[in-house]
């Protein structure tokens, strides 16, 4: 059973910077397409960053672009999104998600392509 745990959400003012984290473990396999979404309430669930952990694309959300980096250390099963100039809109829960052993293949972006969830860390940011 594949289990995805975020942390380091938390407030920050506008400007601000965070590092989100993501650790996997039961899944065994180097070679994923994993992704960070985010809910912010009354909003649909949005896609901002995947990589794909076999070559290390990575995709971004138009919205995020220039501002967040996703990365990972495959050493530690553990996912990153390095979230700079945070705005009030970034507002929202952030999940975690992995595709399993499936590349990424223009689905990057489509929660239901995705198979595990973690339960989200949430990050505020105030003006």
């Known amino acids: 059973q594949v289990q995805l745990v975020e942390s380091g959400g938390g407030s920050v003012q506008t400007g601000g910077s965070l590092r989100l984290s993501c650790v996997a473990s039961g899944y065994t396999g180097s070679r994923s397409c994993m992704g960070w979404f985010r809910q912010a309430p009354g909003k649909e669930r949005e896609g901002v960053a995947a990589?794909?952990?076999?070559?290390?694309?990575?995709y971004y959300a138009d919205s995020v672009k220039g501002r967040f980096t996703i990365s990972q250390d495959s050493a530690k099963n553990t996912l990153y999104l390095q979230m700079n100039s945070l705005k009030p809109d970034d507002t929202a829960m952030y999940y975690c998600?992995?595709?399993?052993?499936?590349?990424?293949?223009?689905?990057?972006?489509?929660?239901?392509?995705?198979?595990?969830w973690g339960q989200g860390t949430q990050v505020t940011v105030s003006s």
């Open positions: 998600a992995t595709r399993g052993p499936l590349f990424c293949s223009g689905h990057q972006f489509e929660g239901k392509s995705y198979i595990y």
């Open positions: 990589i794909y952990t076999g070559g290390g694309s990575t």
